[in-house]
């Protein structure tokens, strides 16, 4: 005769494991430049959640192009408080802190996803926040601070327009 086995466990794990959308405290791990296959400078930024060094996401920067991609690279470098009237050296973006809300990205050509940068994020530059007070804290989300299943607050007010990673990418080439 087979063993009968409790369920509990079974029954209060997660429905998901993993990262999940929503505002993290972020900091950038690395930065390199590097050169587009379209021959467009930009940098590449490793995202990590604070608290667990973890990787969050991968981004980047285009230092030319066109305007849409320029406009969220300058907001997002100003969200993380660099001086977008200096020439920029990566390096010194590498151990800057900021919140970052996340949302999943299109699947890539193995049908996987990833979380990005929520680029509509509520009063955000791109879905980055600068360092500093949690965005939408207030003493009744105390126990909604950061971490996996963490939302934006207002996030539910935001339309969440998903773009084919072809739109996504012209705006970048």
């Not at 996987?112 to 007070?133: I, Q, V």
């Not at 105390?142 to 739109?167: E, H, K, Q, R, Y």
Request: proline share 8%.
């Amino acid at each position: 005769m087979s063993p009968i086995y409790d369920m509990d466990a079974v029954n209060g794990a997660p429905d998901e494991v993993g990262r999940q959308p929503g505002l993290y405290y972020a900091e950038i791990s690395a930065a390199a430049g590097k050169v587009s296959t379209n021959g467009k400078n930009m940098v590449n930024l490793d995202i990590v959640e604070v608290n667990d060094r973890s990787r969050l996401c991968f981004d980047r920067l285009m230092l030319e192009g066109k305007p849409f991609a320029l406009t969220m690279t300058k907001k997002k470098l100003q969200a993380l408080g660099v001086d977008v009237s200096k020439p920029l050296d990566p390096m010194v973006l590498v151990g800057r802190r900021f919140w970052l809300s996340l949302e999943w990205g299109e699947p890539n050509e193995k049908g996987r996803t990833y979380l990005e940068p929520n680029f509509k994020a509520k009063d955000s530059a791109f879905g980055y926040y600068p360092d500093g007070e949690r965005p939408g804290a207030d003493e009744s989300q105390a126990s909604n601070l950061f971490g996996p299943g963490s939302t934006l607050p207002g996030a539910d007010d935001v339309p969440f327009a998903i773009l084919p990673f072809f739109f996504l990418a012209s705006l970048f080439f």
